[in-house]
């Protein structure tokens, strides 16, 4: 059955939402191994929709969630060789792709179909050449039982067999179909795909996404199977503990918790739950928001500023779930608008994604932050040890200590928190993972003053040896 990360891999994911396979793998290499990241989640890799127009929207993201083909060649992202490239070169960095599965269903209408990115021509429910051999194809009888709308979201064989937003549901309880869907997987599995985020699990009975990933094989390079993880907003329809026979599941009952609680400083409870959604957190995946969350429901996001970093370094600081940590492009309050394109680079049509560049305001890249970076390493450093609650301060202020190897306070207010607390970490001055500054423990005492919005964390391995980038606070006892 699938498994995570070992311990003592770092475990945290990022989501290089949209970026295209060289600038992945460019980051793999120059940024996200060296600072302890495990993972990359990549935006679908099989050829999709071509969506020229939409709403003012210019080729829309969401094009890749319409699958046309299972071929992996000429996406927005890059070419099949390109994609192979950047799983080898993340995997000598000790980071594993993490591919968005979208096995559910293919495109939508689309008034009546086109050409795909790959030059494959397909019609709603024809779709004439999966792997680009000729030797698979999908056709109307691949589909249904259910060619309807998903009307009642009570009813659990609509939401399972009838369509999500009228994508063409593909029949996962037929053998050929189930077979398809695997060859698919595992030729990426093959290549040293590590694990997977599946697109809309809720939607694809259990039994069906049990046979599937009962079917992946081991990753080579890594070992082990695939670590998989299921989307589904968990209801009472279909629970999310539905979907953990087969893998972790995203826990939105956290992402809402941890996003208004730091959005309202009301945070303290955060540190004692130990179940969101009837989830433990071996079962689940946690984020502060994802790439849909942001668009539709931006409870808290970059946008935000320091408050959403803060309740990113909280995630990564307690040990409740694997975490993802959200990449983004600016797509400036316009929700379809697709990722920064390259029109004139050999590319007539235009949907090609530009290379993904920090140093520009096009591209977000929320994993670069100093605090998000410096909380990966802290992660990393107090794998495998429980939390201790150490201090609060009204309902906005919390610290605590991870084991003996880290401690962690979190200033969710407006004004600076004057913080003295107990902790077992050894005695030492520390470096802030968390931020600029450093503090020292003392007596089994730490003193410290967290400015507002502010965190402060310290862990074993994060000593100051000669200087710490001093001055700044939160500071010296
Ligand atoms: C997901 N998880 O279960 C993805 O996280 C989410 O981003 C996907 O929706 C969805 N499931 C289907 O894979 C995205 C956009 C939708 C878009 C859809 C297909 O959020 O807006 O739908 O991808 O491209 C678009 C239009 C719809 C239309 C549909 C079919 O917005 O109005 O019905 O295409 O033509
Ligand atoms: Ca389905």
Redesign the pocket.
Known sequence: SPVPLQEGDGDTIVHLFQWNWDSVAAECADFLGPNGYGGVQVSPPQEH?VVPY?EGGNY?W?????PVSYRIDNTRRGTAEEFEDMVATCADNGVRIYVDA?V??M????EGGSVGSAGTEWQQYEYPDLFGDGGAAYSRDDFGPCYDTIEDWNDKWQVQNCQ????ADLDTGSPQVRARITRYLNGLVDMGVGGFRV?????VPEDDMGAVIGALNEVPGFGGAPHVYH?V?GDQTVPYTAYTPYGQVTNFDYKRDIAAGFANGDITGLTSISDHGGLSGDESVVFVD???TQ??EPTLTHVDGDRYYLATAFMLAQPYGTPVVMSSYDFRGNE?EGPPSAPEDGNPAGWITRDSDCSTSDWVCEHRNETVSGMVAFRNAVSGTGLTERAQDGTARVAFDRGEAGFAAFNASGQSWELESETALPDGTYDNAAGPGSATVADGRVTASLPADGALALHTGGECEQDCDGGGEPGEP
Do not use: I, M
């Open positions: 929709v939409s829309p969401w094009q890749d969630y319409q979208v559910n269903h495109t939508g209408p689309q999500l937003l009228d994508l697109d809309a699990s809720k939607h989307e907003y994802n790439h849909d668009r539709y379809t």
